[in-house]
T-cell receptor, first 114, second 114 residues
């Protein structure tokens, strides 16, 4: 069974640039959620994709966008990067969208914005 | 909306001593409760969850938690900790209906020393 994998693991960008982060979900999982974890904080929900459609969104501006592909892998795109976007971005996969299910997290992509 | 408060940002403890990590939550709707652990440079891993039934929940690695509805608490306990338990612990809640999103606390760093 393959776990959740994320790429890249680390990256550095400058203000105003755009970034794409990638996530491969655990085998058999059709739902992907993205979280932002700032330094010293708990993860915050960005959005969720289920069967290639956005299924829910947290309090993040539209410059945070995403995609889910037919194989259930996913991308997180952030445009017009700001310094406060520096964080660990976590992807989590699950089977279905019910809240009783366990989320399986990847190790994250650490983004630094200079 | 839901919120989670973890009262201690850091808990130092000696090996083989008992430990309790505190978690309080606030919500206007019914919630499920979770504890996740994050080891250095790794993603989050589910320790245990409360969905319904017995208020005492047992998880992996010898951890347990008790749901107290009147005090809106879900404290995590372990009778005897090991060096390997050193990690960041996150309490989280999710609504019992709607899509599966977690609201996390800020985390408690458990530091186990010999």
């Amino acid at each position: 069974e393959t776990g959740v994998t994320q790429s890249p693991t680390h990256l550095i960008k400058t203000r105003g640039q755009q970034v794409t982060l990638r996530c491969s979900s655990q085998s058999g999982h059709n739902t992907v959620s993205w979280y932002q974890q700032a330094l010293g904080q708990g993860p915050q929900f960005i959005f969720q994709y289920y069967r290639e459609e956005e299924n829910g969104r947290g309090n993040f501006p539209p410059r945070f966008s995403g995609l889910q592909f037919p194989n259930y892998s996913s991308e997180l795109n952030v445009n017009a990067l700001e310094l406060d976007d520096s964080a660990l971005y976590l992807c989590a996969s699950s089977l279905g969208t019910e809240n009783t299910g366990e989320l399986f997290f990847g190790e994250g992509s650490r983004l630094t914005v200079l | 909306a839901q919120s989670v408060t973890q009262l201690d940002s850091q808990v130092p403890v000696f090996e083989e001593a008992p430990v309790e990590l505190r978690c309080n939550y606030s919500s206007s709707v019914s919630v499920y409760l979770f504890w996740y652990v994050q080891y250095p440079n790794q993603g989050l891993q589910l320790l245990l969850k409360y969905l319904s039934g017995s208020t005492l929940v047992k998880g992996i690695n010898g951890f347990e938690a008790e749901f107290n509805k009147s005090q809106t608490s879900f404290h995590l306990r372990k009778p005897s900790v090991h060096i390997s338990d050193t990690a960041e612990y996150f309490c989280a809640v999710s609504r019992t209906s709607g899509y599966s999103t977690l609201t996390f606390g800020k985390g408690t760093m458990l530091l186990v020393s010999p």
